[in-house]
T-cell receptor
């Protein structure tokens, strides 16, 4: 069974602070996606990384896929209250395969 | 962009009754759809993979007779929770894979099921 462990599980920070969320597994994935989910809604895709060592930036968010494609990180610079939500990583083993979701990181950004 | 519509968004039903949840891909065809369950403050757990025109593939521990999945067309999959009990209360989410995009998974907005 493939497992994706995220850390931390919960993070409460003030506006303007930086943070990093980690997603780790003992399994190799061909792709790694990051989603953000708000209460009562479905997850919304933030980014897909597919190459070991790949780094992608989305405004204040930086995503990295580990060289061995077993882990990933999400770094948020100067967090804002609008970043509040549940962040989920999800690994896939092919372009059409089912996704394995990580355990989730709940982020709360306060003023 | 790709849109997946899930209906209803909320449903309350009595114990012992059945509830059907629909998942539609509005602007693309999806040969494969996925059904997830999410408990409060937890991550998504894959229940089954729904394949158009064939039987669904259920994850280990998921009762196929309790969670009936039908994927009769390229744009519609349904999940029926049969003989629902309070422990079936949960947030159910579907996703559809867009054929023309690698890694193109789009999620519905979820269905909050409460069994009383």
């Amino acid at each position: 069974t493939q497992l994706l462990e995220q850390s931390p599980q919960f993070l409460s920070i003030q506006e303007g602070e930086n943070l990093t969320v980690y997603c780790n597994s003992s399994s190799v994935f061909s792709s790694l996606q990051w989603y953000r989910q708000e209460p009562g809604e479905g997850p919304v895709l933030l980014v897909t990384v597919v190459t070991g060592g790949e780094v992608k930036k989305l405004k204040r968010l930086t995503f990295q896929f580990g060289d061995a494609r077993k882990d990933s990180s999400l770094h948020i610079t100067a967090a804002q209250p609008g970043d509040t939500g549940l962040y989920l990583c999800a690994g896939g083993t092919g372009t059409a395969s089912k996704l394995t979701f990580g355990t989730g990181t709940r982020l709360q950004v306060t003023l | 962009g790709a849109v997946v519509s899930q209906h209803p968004s909320r449903v309350i039903c009595k114990s012992g009754t059945s509830v059907k949840i629909e998942c539609r891909s509005l602007d693309f065809q999806a040969t494969t759809m996925f059904w997830y369950r999410q408990f409060p403050k937890q991550s998504l757990m894959l229940m089954a993979t729904s394949n158009e025109g064939s039987k669904a593939t259920y994850e280990q521990g998921v009762e196929k007779d309790k969670f009936l999945i039908n994927h009769a067309s390229l744009t519609l999959s349904t999940l029926t929770v049969t003989s629902a009990h309070p422990e079936d209360s949960s947030f159910y989410i579907c996703s559809a894979r867009e054929l023309t995009r690698d890694y193109g998974y789009t999620f519905g907005s979820g269905t909050r099921l409460t069994v009383v």
